[in-house]
Every structure is written in structure tokens, then in C-alpha cells.
């Protein structure tokens, strides 16, 4: 009994600790690369492992500069993102481009868009699975 009542606390606890880790590393690491834009105030982070996937749809209005920034920890390597539309067009992949993290763009209409983000496979079968924080966030210029 005493070792449900040690350890309850601790799974309890666990991913709150977590979440605020991929807020530190966020604020710390990510925030400074929306320089020039104002971040809308969502928290769009998870901790991913190679081969994880994840989606976000996020509502961008007409007129606006928008920077999208895809920002994981160093241990996930390069991740991989494209945005695309609600039908599932590719409208942008960052696999070709020089900048890996971040897509500037301005919408003519208010839309809905999909941005995907893969974390890479191991490439080696006996490579440790590393776990890390993946942040999404979006800034947008004021004076647009």
C-alpha cells in the first residue's frame, strides 16, 4: 500500500512535467525564431519519437503575413513538414528547401490548412529511440 501511495503521485505528475519541458524548450529555443512576428498565443507541442507523425489544422486569415515555424529538439534531427489544403493538396513541403523550420506566406482568403509534420525513421535498426519535443507555432505581422 505504501508503494501505490509513492508512486500514484509520480504517474500523476509525469506528463504535467513533461508539458512543461516542451513549454521551456518552446519559449526558449523556438520563440526567438518568430522574430519580426507576433506568435497568436496557441501551444502546439507533443513529444514524438522517429516514425511519429502528427497533424494540426490551423485557420489562417485573408490578408496576413503568417510565418509558420515547425521547431523540435536536436535529438529528432531534421523533421520534415508540409502544409496542405482540406482536400489534401500539397500547398508547401519543407523536403526541398533551404529553410527546414520555417514558411512565410500571406493568405488571400481566410482558409483552413493541414500542416503535417514526420519525424525521420532511425536509420539504423540499433540506434536508441529518442524521444523530443516538436513545437508548431504560428506568428503573424501586425502592420498586414
Known sequence: MKLIKYILPILILAPLLSNAQCRSFTKKKCLPQLDGYVQNDNFNSARLIPGDEAELLITFYSGKEYRLLVCGHPVLEELEFEVLDTDEGLIYSNVDSEDKSS???????????IVRVRVPENELASQLIHEGCVSIMIGFKENS
Do not use: I, N, P
Open 103 to 113: 514558411f512565410d506566406f500571406k493568405v488571400a482568403t481566410t482558409q483552413q490548412l
